[in-house]
DNA sequence: TCTCTATAGATACGAATCGTATCTTGCTGT
DNA sequence: ACAGCAAGATACGATTCGTATCTATAGAGA
């Protein structure tokens, strides 16, 4: 019965290993998921696995990126406020397509080199992103000229991600109180230079 | 050999079990702690184990949870500046005794109850330990009378937890960064009022 | 001092997974 | 048509999991 179907070449096969892997993952949780079970479920073989994956959380994080489907759009909403929100909102909708056990599983098992890769690939996306959003902003009049840090202009995502990790799920009201009680505060006023009155 | 050995009850067990739970986790890494090897290494035998821990995951923390040796105490160093970088400085240190691969594999592994314990408990104490810090800086004129929501107040621990997650390691320079560039300015803002001022 | 009870500690177990090696056989580009 | 690459099957020893069973010992209470 196994004997009748017919080979598949990579394209075929890594599509049956990417539903194999995230049914698995719907299935059984991050923990659940193993090189057996998959290869079980995509009716291959644990080499084929090994030859494309050292790791589960490689395996998984690979599945995972398929359906990650359309990229984050920055939105021209009419204000700092709204762009931002609906970012977070956007990200917090690709992000709940999992519970947050499998993201911090996959984050316990990979290592530096994997973990960063896909750290930095997100990062320079969603720094492109805000980007486009506080120059808005500034042409709107909004913000002042002064330039914001690195660090600043990706917090709200940070603070999701935190949110995400540990938090059990992110709702509106989260989301308007990172931007509302943080963000929008905080870059108003590094924009115009005022808040680091005293030293330095 | 093993039965020259007399039998140990909870509190040496315990320390041999914790002990040995630390030396498995440095030398073989989270990922290589087992149940196996901890009760080897404890001169011990796993039913031991399993009756005290569900899993690694509590296994591990609870292991780490006795090194935690001193609270992180609030400072009075002179500005508010100072003193929140001495908190974040005292907490870094506190995780720098394991590798953030450690606090991965912990997190990844955890069931839901277990991580918010353990984050409700950390959280209620920084909470406090920033409550301090900022009631001083208000009592020294550094900041207005604006009352800061919690997710504020907090605000630099989450972004060091972030950092020691997903950052390689926390140095100097990053923790003034976010003392800089983010917590002082943002809670002067607040604190006095302004930053909120169309909305809502 | 003696008994009682909880549990330390040893051992063994079936099941599952790991990661790798080997072999055959079908697919695909040239 | 042919050569070579990789799919897929199978098997392997090693390891760990989680549990069950048995014993003997430490400490509490009488």
């Known amino acids: 019965m196994t004997k009748a179907r017919t080979r598949r070449r990579a394209d075929a096969l890594m599509e ?6 995230l049914l698995e993952l719907s299935d059984r949780g991050y923990t659940g998921v193993s090189f057996e079970g998959v290869a079980r479920r995509a009716q291959t073989s644990k080499p084929v696995l090994y030859r494309r994956y050292r790791n589960r959380a490689e395996m998984v994080l690979d599945a995972i990126g398929q359906t990650a489907a359309q990229q984050v759009v920055a939105p021209h909403k009419g204000s700092l406020r709204a762009d931002v929100m609906s970012v977070l909102e956007q990200v917090n909708q690709q992000f709940s397509r999992f ?9 316990g098992e990979s290592d530096d080199s994997l973990l ?7 990062g320079a996306l969603n720094s492109q992103t805000m980007g486009v959003i506080l120059e808005t902003a500034r042409a ?7 330039q914001l840090p690195e660090r600043v202009v990706l917090l709200p995502l940070a603070l999701l991600r935190h949110e995400l990790l540990f938090g059990h799920s992110v709702d509106a009201r989260t989301i308007a109180d990172i931007v509302d009680q943080v963000y929008v505060p905080l870059v108003r006023t590094l ?9 330095l």
Do not use: F, K, M, P
Not at 99 to 107: F, M, N, T, W
Not at 140 to 146: M, T, V
Not at 191 to 199: F, K, L, P, T, V
């Open 116 to 122: 960063d890769d896909a750290l930095n690939a997100v």
């Open 99 to 107: 519970d947050a056990e499998v993201y911090r599983g996959v984050i």
């Open 191 to 199: 924009s115009r230079g005022e808040g680091s009155g005293d030293r």
């Open 16 to 21: 049956a290993i990417h539903t194999a892997t």
């Open 140 to 146: 709107r009049g909004e913000l002042g000229q002064g």
